[in-house]
Structure formats: C-alpha cells, structure tokens
C-alpha cells in the first residue's frame, strides 16, 4: 500500500478496547517517538507506561500527550535503570 493509505488507515484508528502499551526507555530517543506517536495516534486514550531513569523527563513527554476523553486513560511512570537485570524483576 502507499503511505498515504497507511496514513489514512492510521488515522481512522479507534479500538472497541482501550489499548495498552509500555515504553522501556521512554524518556528519550526512540522510545520517546514511539510513545509520543502512539499517544497521538490513540488521541491520548491509552494505559501508557513509560520506563526509564529521568523523571522529569517523563513527566514532561507525558504532559505533551493529548488530554485523553476516556475516563480509563491512565500515562505514567515508572523510574527503572533496565540495564541491571535485578532492577527489571524488580520493576
């Protein structure tokens, strides 16, 4: 298909479910784009969890979502340094 299909197709997008997903190094480089891409493309109606080290990071890609109208929208944070594996079981 074309891009601009895809992009159509993308932009139609809205799930009978509210859709989840979880960002590990999330508070910079790609995990930033594609957490802010699927915020934008869910309208901010999502569970997003970013993990990652910087906090006000964080809080400052997650405050640059859209306000999402689901009342069972939820974005946070959890602070983890995914490269010890000690830390991911306990996260």
């Given at each position: 298909p ?13 799930p ?21 891409a699927?915020a ?20 400052s ?7 999402p ?5 939820k974005?946070e ?5 995914v490269?010890?594996?000690?830390n991911v079981q306990q996260?």
């Amino acid at each position: 298909p074309s891009i601009s299909a895809i992009r159509t197709l993308n932009a139609s997008f809205s799930p009978l479910y509210l859709p989840c997903a979880v960002f590990i190094g999330g508070t910079s480089g790609v995990g930033q784009g594609i957490a802010e891409a699927f915020a934008r493309h869910t309208k901010g109606n999502a569970h997003i969890i970013i993990i990652g080290r910087n906090s006000s990071a964080a809080e400052s890609i997650i405050a640059s979502f859209p306000q999402p109208t689901s009342p069972s929208a939820k974005h946070e944070f959890v602070s983890c340094d995914v490269s010890l594996m000690k830390n991911v079981q306990q996260t």
